[in-house]
């Protein structure tokens, strides 16, 4: 490993005929492979006209010329032009000395564009060919932000990208990943610890994207956003069941979780193309929609339900008939019910829920005495329940305070109930 170890920018590439072709130690998020490369090419065998259709065909200004899949060279538009129409390309081709792997770094390949001035560079995957490298490539790309912690890009970078894919007919997904409780690793954690959260979460949906056909970028300040060009059925199945996996952290006892939602990749005609920006845009937000739904149903799952101990309801009455106050405690035995007499429910449910208890109880006797109602500060309702028990000669009276956020009849039911429970009288 350590002859790998280099400083000079030539060790990311290669001058032919013969010599290796050396790769960085680590490879970098943001390699030449991930830029835009010209793959428009021709035969050694066809014309200059031939390669002048290729190049006005796909807007380049220069094409690859190619012998049996293999990188010969390139012709420019000049080149071609200059000739007479039916000359062979093999006469035209211009050879070119240097090569780069497709895992170079931008900014390493850079520099030898600058130290050997370079117009073009093909750029190789092992012995395939990938594509032609430009000069132009690298002013593009030195137009986009790029977040130096993760290596990643921002949006803008995504928005371009997106926009090319809908302008060529292709189909867009977008996956809008979120991180869940980041300010919590920041918090109890540090900022330092909070960075280490980001970079192994880039990490990891780096490895998962195809640099092929998907663009990771990071949207945001806990967001990454991942569009692709493959099947949406694809791109759902990987990046969900990859929300699935715990990332370790060092620094972080707790798993590293995050949400993904998905929109795109759904289109059942043709797409207006005059408005693909903002149709991009809408996906982003479609996408992250899903996400924070998907958080939202989770978390209301995780929450842990509060059991009741009493459960009213109050049944409307029907013609001929007086509406009833129905309590049911919470073992599902004991119920019963009062009739609600001049629209006095408070007063129903207390007699309802006391005839419950006592039959939860045979021999003792429970009698709902006072209900007081009142708002907290905050406008939140409270209820105050004032109940006598009693068995034989022996009495008592509980006095329980409820917050009623469920509703003030269900909240007095379960302040009789909670009085009950206290009660030694009732117990004994």
């Given at each position: 490993?350590?002859?790998?170890?280099?400083?000079?920018?030539?060790?990311?590439?290669?001058?032919?005929?013969?010599?290796?072709?050396?790769?960085a130690v680590e490879p970098?998020?943001?390699?030449?492979?991930?830029l835009k490369l010209i793959?428009?090419?021709?035969?050694?065998?066809?014309?200059?006209?031939?390669?002048?259709?290729?190049?006005?065909?796909?807007?380049?200004?220069?094409?690859?010329?190619?012998?049996?899949?293999?990188?010969?060279?390139?012709?420019?538009?000049?080149?071609?032009?200059?000739?007479?129409?039916?000359?062979?390309?093999?006469?035209?081709?211009?050879?070119?000395?240097?090569?780069?792997?497709?895992?170079?770094?931008?900014?390493?390949?850079?520099?030898?564009?600058?130290?050997?001035?370079?117009?073009?560079?093909?750029?190789?995957?092992?012995?395939?060919?990938?594509?032609?490298?430009?000069?132009?490539?690298?002013?593009?790309?030195?137009?986009?932000?790029?977040?130096?912690?993760?290596?990643?890009?921002?949006?803008?970078?995504?928005?371009?990208?997106?926009?090319?894919?809908?302008?060529?007919?292709?189909?867009?997904?977008?996956?809008?990943?979120?991180?869940?409780?980041?300010?919590?690793?920041?918090?109890?954690?540090?900022?330092?610890?909070?960075?280490?959260?980001?970079?192994?979460?880039?990490?990891?949906?780096?490895?998962?994207?195809?640099?092929?056909?998907?663009?990771?970028?990071?949207?945001?300040?806990?967001?990454?956003?991942?569009?692709?060009?493959?099947?949406?059925?694809?791109?759902?199945?990987?990046?969900?069941?990859?929300?699935?996996?715990?990332?370790?952290?060092?620094?972080?006892?707790?798993?590293?979780?995050?949400?993904?939602?998905?929109?795109?990749?759904?289109?059942?005609?043709?797409?207006?193309?005059?408005?693909?920006?903002?149709?991009?845009?809408?996906?982003?937000?479609?996408?992250?929609?899903?996400?924070?739904?998907?958080?939202?149903?989770?978390?209301?799952?995780?929450?842990?339900?509060?059991?009741?101990?009493?459960?009213?309801?109050?049944?409307?009455?029907?013609?001929?008939?007086?509406?009833?106050?129905?309590?049911?405690?919470?073992?599902?035995?004991?119920?019963?019910?009062?009739?609600?007499?001049?629209?006095?429910?408070?007063?129903?449910?207390?007699?309802?829920?006391?005839?419950?208890?006592?039959?939860?109880?045979?021999?003792?006797?429970?009698?709902?005495?006072?209900?007081?109602?009142?708002?907290?500060?905050?406008?939140?309702?409270?209820?105050?329940?004032?109940?006598?028990?009693?068995?034989?000669?022996?009495?008592?009276?509980?006095?329980?305070?409820?917050?009623?956020?469920?509703?003030v009849l269900t909240s007095?039911?379960?302040?009789?109930?909670?009085?009950?429970?206290?009660?030694?009288?009732?117990?004994?």
């Amino acid at each position: 490993m350590a002859s790998l170890l280099r400083s000079s920018p030539s060790d990311y590439y290669r001058t032919k005929p013969g010599s290796a072709c050396l790769a960085a130690v680590e490879p970098a998020m943001r390699t030449i492979g991930d830029l835009k490369l010209i793959q428009q090419a021709v035969s050694m065998y066809e014309t200059a006209t031939d390669a002048l259709s290729a190049m006005a065909r796909n807007s380049v200004a220069v094409v690859s010329v190619l012998d049996d899949g293999r990188f010969i060279g390139v012709v420019t538009k000049d080149t071609a032009k200059a000739a007479a129409p039916d000359t062979p390309v093999r006469d035209l081709v211009k050879t070119l000395v240097i090569e780069m792997p497709a895992a170079t770094p931008v900014r390493n390949a850079a520099e030898v564009y600058l130290q050997n001035g370079l117009d073009f560079v093909p750029v190789m995957d092992g012995d395939k060919f990938c594509g032609l490298l430009t000069a132009v490539q690298f002013l593009l790309d030195l137009s986009w932000s790029w977040d130096p912690m993760t290596a990643l890009s921002w949006s803008d970078r995504l928005r371009e990208w997106g926009v090319d894919q809908l302008e060529d007919g292709r189909e867009v997904t977008v996956v809008f990943v979120d991180l869940d409780n980041f300010g919590a690793y920041n918090k109890t954690h540090g900022h330092v610890v909070g960075d280490r959260v980001l970079r192994a979460v880039a990490k990891l949906l780096a490895n998962k994207a195809d640099s092929n056909q998907d663009l990771l970028v990071r949207y945001g300040g806990d967001e990454f956003v991942i569009g692709s060009i493959r099947p949406r059925g694809d791109v759902e199945s990987d990046f969900r069941e990859l929300a699935q996996t715990s990332v370790v952290v060092e620094g972080v006892p707790e798993k590293v979780s995050f949400t993904v939602g998905v929109a795109g990749g759904k289109r059942t005609r043709e797409r207006e193309r005059t408005h693909v920006a903002s149709t991009l845009d809408n996906l982003i937000n479609l996408a992250s929609k899903d996400a924070l739904a998907r958080k939202a149903r989770r978390s209301s799952k995780e929450q842990p339900t509060e059991k009741r101990i009493c459960n009213v309801e109050i049944e409307p009455n029907q013609a001929g008939s007086t509406a009833l106050a129905s309590v049911e405690l919470s073992n599902g035995v004991f119920i019963a019910s009062h009739p609600v007499v001049d629209n006095d429910k408070i007063a129903a449910v207390g007699m309802a829920v006391s005839r419950a208890l006592e039959r939860s109880r045979p021999g003792v006797k429970v009698t709902c005495q006072d209900v007081v109602l009142y708002k907290r500060w905050d406008g939140e309702p409270v209820v105050i329940v004032r109940t006598k028990i009693q068995k034989e000669s022996v009495s008592e009276v509980v006095e329980v305070s409820k917050y009623a956020p469920s509703g003030v009849l269900t909240s007095l039911g379960e302040a009789v109930v909670s009085a009950c429970q206290k009660s030694i009288v009732f117990n004994s």
